[in-house]
C-alpha cells in the first residue's frame, strides 16, 4: 500500500512541475517581458503614465521606465544608462545619438505636435483688435508673427493696445508669450526658430550674419520674461488653473489632450502661430532591448489610437486625427490650414542664437 501511495504522489508531483512548466511559458496578457528605462520630454509623461497605455505596451512585452528631461539638454546626461530617449523634435535627437555613442541609429518619428499659444480671451480680443491675430472662432484663430514680432520690437505694453482704458485691468505690462527655456526645452528653441525665421525676412537663419540680425529681437522675446521654465508643463498647468500669463506658448498635444477630456477653461483661446517649425517627437534607442519599441509607437493601432487620445498627430494619421477631435474642432486647426511650415536651423545655429537671446 505505502509503495502504491508513493508512486500516486510522484506522479501527481511530475503532473505539478508539467503544469507549471507549461503555464509558464505562456505570457499571460497584460505581462510585460521587458523593462526598457528611458528619458522623455514633460509633454509625453501622461502618456506613457496612462494605465491604458502601461497596459498595451506589456501586451506587447514591454515594461517602460521613464524620466523627464528637456530635449536640449537630454545629450548632456549620462545616456549609456538608458534603453532610449525620447526629445521632442529631431534637431536635438541628432545630439543625443552622438553623445550616446549611437550615431546612425534607426530612429523613429511615431507622432507629432505643432507649437500654438494658449491666450486668455480678452488679450486674443485686444490683440485682434490691433491687428496681431486673426480670429477664426471663439476660441481659436492665427497669431500673425510679423505684426507681433514687430510689436515686441517696440517694447508695447498691454495698456497701450487698450488705448489706456483700463477695460481689462489683468493685461498690464509687456505684451510678450511665455515660453520656456529656449537652450534646454524643445518648445522653448523651436518658439526662437520660428521667430528668427519670420525677422530674418522668411529665411532659417544659417550664419552669423543672421544671428547678428536676429538676436536682438530674439533677446528681447526671452528676456522680458524673466525666469525661464525647463519644460511647458508648469507654465500650461498654471494658465488652466487660472493663474499664469495671458499668452503662453504650448503644444498642440496639450491642447488636444485637455479637450479630449472636455476640460477647457471657459476663456482659452488656441492660436496657431501663421509660420510654425513643427515637432516630430524622435525616438532614439540607445540599447537593443528598445530597438523595436519606436516602430511599436508608430504602427500598432491600440498605441496610435492612444497617442490621439494624449493629443499628439500620429505621422501619417491626419484622417484619424481629424476624426477624433471633430468635436473640438471649435477650438483646433486639423488641417494647419493657412500655417507656413519652414524649417529649423542647425542645432549649433540655434544654441547660439538661444545663448544671445539669453545674454
Same mark, same amino acid.
Given at each position: 500500500m505505502?509503495?502504491?501511495l508513493?508512486?500516486?504522489?510522484?506522479?501527481?508531483?511530475?503532473?505539478g512541475?508539467?503544469?507549471?512548466i507549461?503555464?509558464?511559458?505562456?505570457?499571460?496578457?497584460?505581462?510585460?517581458?521587458?523593462?526598457?528605462?528611458?528619458?522623455?520630454?514633460?509633454e509625453?509623461?501622461?502618456?506613457?503614465r496612462?494605465?491604458?497605455?502601461?497596459?498595451?505596451?506589456?501586451?506587447?512585452?514591454?515594461?517602460?521606465?521613464?524620466?523627464?528631461?528637456?530635449?536640449?539638454?537630454?545629450?548632456?546626461?549620462?545616456?549609456?544608462?538608458?534603453?532610449?530617449?525620447?526629445?521632442?523634435?529631431?534637431?536635438?535627437?541628432?545630439?543625443?545619438?552622438?553623445a550616446? /555613442?549611437?550615431? /546612425?541609429?534607426?530612429?523613429?518619428?511615431?507622432?507629432?505636435?505643432?507649437?500654438?499659444?494658449?491666450?486668455?480671451?480678452?488679450a486674443?480680443?485686444?490683440?485682434?483688435?490691433?491687428?496681431?491675430?486673426?480670429?477664426t472662432?471663439?476660441?481659436?484663430?492665427?497669431?500673425?508673427?510679423g505684426?507681433y514680432?514687430?510689436?515686441?520690437?517696440?517694447?508695447?505694453?498691454?495698456?497701450?493696445?487698450?488705448?489706456?482704458?483700463?477695460?481689462?485691468p489683468?493685461?498690464?505690462?509687456?505684451?510678450?508669450i511665455?515660453?520656456?527655456?529656449?537652450?534646454?526645452? %524643445?518648445?522653448?528653441?523651436?518658439?526662437?526658430?520660428?521667430a528668427?525665421?519670420?525677422?530674418? %525676412?522668411?529665411?532659417?537663419?544659417?550664419?552669423d550674419?543672421?544671428?547678428?540680425?536676429?538676436a536682438?529681437?530674439?533677446?528681447?522675446?526671452?528676456s522680458?520674461?524673466?525666469?525661464?521654465?525647463?519644460?511647458?508643463?508648469?507654465?500650461?498647468?498654471?494658465?488652466i488653473?487660472?493663474?499664469?500669463?495671458?499668452?503662453?506658448?504650448?503644444?498642440?498635444?496639450?491642447?488636444?489632450?485637455?479637450?479630449?477630456?472636455?476640460?477647457?477653461?471657459?476663456?482659452?483661446v488656441?492660436?496657431?502661430p501663421?509660420?510654425?517649425?513643427?515637432?516630430?517627437?524622435?525616438?532614439?534607442?540607445?540599447?537593443?532591448?528598445?530597438?523595436?519599441?519606436?516602430?511599436?509607437?508608430?504602427?500598432?493601432?491600440?498605441?496610435?489610437?492612444?497617442?490621439?487620445?494624449?493629443g499628439?498627430?500620429?505621422q501619417?494619421?491626419?484622417?484619424?486625427?481629424?476624426?477624433?477631435?471633430?468635436?473640438?474642432?471649435?477650438y483646433?486647426?486639423?488641417?494647419?490650414?493657412?500655417?507656413?511650415?519652414?524649417?529649423?536651423?542647425?542645432?549649433?545655429?540655434?544654441?547660439?542664437l538661444?545663448?544671445?537671446?539669453?545674454?
Amino acid at each position: 500500500m505505502r509503495r502504491i501511495l508513493g508512486i500516486a504522489l510522484a506522479a501527481l508531483l511530475i503532473g505539478g512541475v508539467t503544469a507549471v512548466i507549461v503555464m509558464g511559458g505562456k505570457k499571460p496578457e497584460g505581462t510585460a517581458t521587458k523593462t526598457v528605462r528611458g528619458v522623455i520630454g514633460s509633454e509625453k509623461s501622461e502618456f506613457f503614465r496612462d494605465p491604458d497605455v502601461v497596459k498595451a505596451l506589456a501586451d506587447k512585452g514591454y515594461t517602460v521606465k521613464a524620466e523627464t528631461s528637456g530635449s536640449w539638454a537630454m545629450d548632456q546626461l549620462a545616456l549609456k544608462e538608458f534603453d532610449f530617449a525620447f526629445p521632442s523634435s529631431s534637431e536635438p535627437a541628432k545630439e543625443i545619438e552622438t553623445a550616446a /555613442g549611437v550615431k /546612425g541609429a534607426q530612429n523613429t518619428k511615431p507622432f507629432f505636435s505643432p507649437l500654438v499659444v494658449i491666450a486668455r480671451s480678452n488679450a486674443a480680443k485686444v490683440l485682434a483688435d490691433h491687428g496681431l491675430v486673426k480670429m477664426t472662432g471663439k476660441n481659436s484663430g492665427t497669431l500673425l508673427l510679423g505684426p507681433y514680432l514687430k510689436a515686441a520690437g517696440e517694447d508695447r505694453k498691454w495698456q497701450e493696445l487698450q488705448g489706456g482704458t483700463t477695460a481689462y485691468p489683468e493685461l498690464t505690462g509687456t505684451v510678450f508669450i511665455k515660453t520656456t527655456d529656449p537652450a534646454t526645452s %524643445n518648445s522653448g528653441a523651436l518658439f526662437l526658430a520660428t521667430a528668427s525665421n519670420v525677422a530674418n %525676412n522668411s529665411t532659417v537663419v544659417s550664419d552669423d550674419a543672421g544671428i547678428e540680425r536676429t538676436a536682438p529681437l530674439m533677446r528681447k522675446l526671452i528676456s522680458v520674461q524673466g525666469a525661464l521654465e525647463p519644460s511647458t508643463d508648469d507654465p500650461f498647468r498654471a494658465f488652466i488653473s487660472g493663474s499664469g500669463e495671458p499668452l503662453i506658448l504650448a503644444y498642440e498635444s496639450q491642447v488636444a489632450s485637455l479637450l479630449l477630456q472636455k476640460q477647457p477653461p471657459d476663456d482659452m483661446v488656441v492660436l496657431y502661430p501663421d509660420t510654425t517649425v513643427n515637432s516630430p517627437h524622435t525616438f532614439v534607442p540607445i540599447s537593443e532591448k528598445a530597438k523595436e519599441l519606436g516602430g511599436l509607437l508608430a504602427t500598432d493601432p491600440k498605441l496610435r489610437e492612444l497617442a490621439i487620445r494624449h493629443g499628439f498627430r500620429p505621422q501619417e494619421g491626419v484622417a484619424e486625427f481629424t476624426a477624433a477631435t471633430a468635436p473640438q474642432a471649435a477650438y483646433l486647426n486639423p488641417g494647419l490650414t493657412g500655417i507656413r511650415q519652414v524649417g529649423a536651423p542647425t542645432v549649433k545655429i540655434l544654441m547660439a542664437l538661444a545663448a544671445r537671446a539669453k545674454g
